[in-house]
């Protein structure tokens, strides 16, 4: 869901700043004479903490049109208004071959190495009818009944990968829990075997890995998954048993007109945004609490309790505070269009900032405060409209149960450096850590 080389945001960014451009739509509205200048986008400074320049840009240019460091032009959206409208106007297209630069944008509007791959048809690249056909073949798997039975498994594993690092009294939280956590979650949901959830560990590594990793690493883990899904489809035909693949594979048996090659491109897509999203939820939001003393107290005080209600009401709080996605994927004009006074032209691709809508003071009350008794949060975390995350659920379930383990079995959890020393992961689309060292007494098992 992001290009690496894209948005490198850990300060080598090909780009400093913004290149604002004066396009056939016209030019993007110009602060007053008394406004501050704008913060420069995908800077180090910028990766680390977006939202002030993200209140500029709600107030001065609320869609925004700029060069990414990728080289690709687009719109930026950032007001809660426009954002909500545009994540459901159907004369955006999620198909990237709307894009008017679709050559010279290859490979950098979607995930590295699905084009080469031949995993482009997939949910994040599709729109209705094929959307609508292959979203009501998947959503079977995430209905409320099928994950809330799947937590005590999420459960288990949060436990386990605790119990990993709980009596040495340091950990990497980010490498040794949020991360593994999704990754052996969404793998049991898929049917992949645990003999062979290791290699999707590796594999899933090097694609978030992005910058930091060996060049074309991520391309050769993509095409690795879609070899091994191919492999793991043939074989699951003679063997069908209760898990997502064996539904995909019945569903395309009896006449659902699912082709082998979306059926891997949805076990791609399901594990790629079924992980990533989780890791970064579950980062972002152990560094929240670990900064926000009184909060943290606050859902310490709802797990001892075993207050469902607030610890839910939490997760909500830090998707919308500091949640795993930034910009919501890649969509693409098909008509002229005017998003909040801009015009918009044919094949120009549309960003949605999520993580500036759901800063908007004029949607949230005191919007820079994480407030985990938040009641009025309608945040756009996983989108708007039919594109809206169909994990979501799993997602939420396993960020309650993840952060309720960990600040619950170590309720001593601190930073073992400070704040400044964090770097951020480099990309377009996702928000995360690329590590979260803390520590804690140790935990005699």
């Known amino acids: 869901m992001r290009d690496g080389r894209a948005a490198r945001a850990d300060g080598r960014a090909s780009v400093e700043g913004v290149h604002d451009e004066s396009p056939a739509g016209g030019t993007p509205p110009m602060p007053g004479a008394s406004a501050p200048p704008m913060p420069p986008l995908f ?68 995930i590295p190495g699905e084009r080469s791959a031949n995993l482009m048809t997939h949910l994040l690249n599709i729109d209705p009818p094929d959307h609508t056909r292959l979203r009501r073949l998947v959503s079977k798997a995430f209905t409320p009944r099928r994950v809330a039975a799947f937590e005590p498994r999420v459960r288990e594993l949060a436990d386990r990968l605790i119990g990993g690092f709980a ?52 391309g050769r883990a993509v095409k690795r998954i879609r070899a091994y899904l191919a492999e793991l489809i043939h074989r699951k035909r003679g063997d069908l048993g209760d898990d997502l693949i064996s539904e995909l594979i019945r569903a395309s048996d009896h006449g659902e007109q699912l082709t082998e090659n979306e059926a891997a ?78 015009r918009v032209a044919p094949g120009d691709p549309v960003l949605v900032v999520l993580a500036a809508a759901d800063r908007d003071p004029s949607r949230f009350a005191d919007p820079d405060t994480l407030d985990l008794t938040r009641r009025d949060n309608p945040h756009l975390g996983y989108g708007h409209g039919i594109h809206y995350c169909l994990g979501a659920p799993l997602a939420r379930l396993e960020g309650r149960i993840a952060l309720s383990a960990l600040f619950g079995s170590l309720p001593d959890l601190r930073l073992a450096v400070e704040p400044s020393a964090l770097r951020r992961r480099g990309g377009l689309i996702m928000r995360g850590l690329r590590e979260l060292p803390v520590e804690f007494g140790p935990v005699r098992g």
């Not at 409208?85 to 159907?90: F, K, M, N, Q, Y």
């Not at 839910?312 to 505070?321: G, H, I, K, M, Q």
Request: proline content about 7%.
């Open 43 to 110: 800077t180090h400074e910028f990766a680390t903490d977006p939202y002030p320049a993200y209140a500029w840009l709600r107030e001065h240019a609320p869609v925004h049109r700029t060069v990414l460091p990728s080289g690709v032009e687009a719109w930026l959206v950032t007001r809660y208004a426009d954002a909500r409208e545009v994540l459901a106007d159907p004369r955006l297209s999620k198909n990237p071959v709307h894009h008017s630069e679709a050559a010279h944008g290859r490979g950098k509007v979607g």
């Open 167 to 218: 009596e040495r009294g340091h950990a990497d939280l980010i490498h040794e829990f949020a991360f593994p956590l999704p990754i052996y979650a969404i793998c049991d949901m898929l049917g992949v075997p645990a003999g062979d959830q290791d290699d999707f560990r590796d594999w899933a590594g090097m694609m978030i890995r992005h910058g930091g990793g060996p060049r074309g690493g991520v």
């Open 265 to 342: 491109a949805m076990a791609f897509i399901l594990l790629f945004a079924g992980f990533e999203t989780t890791v970064n939820l579950i980062g972002n939001g152990a560094y929240a609490l670990l900064e926000h003393p009184a909060q943290r107290r606050l859902f310490q005080d709802a797990v001892a309790a075993g207050d469902t209600g607030l610890l839910r009401t939490a997760v909500e709080e830090l998707l919308r505070y500091d949640g795993p996605v930034e910009l919501a994927t890649w969509r693409f004009a098909t008509e002229p269009m005017t998003i909040g006074g801009q």
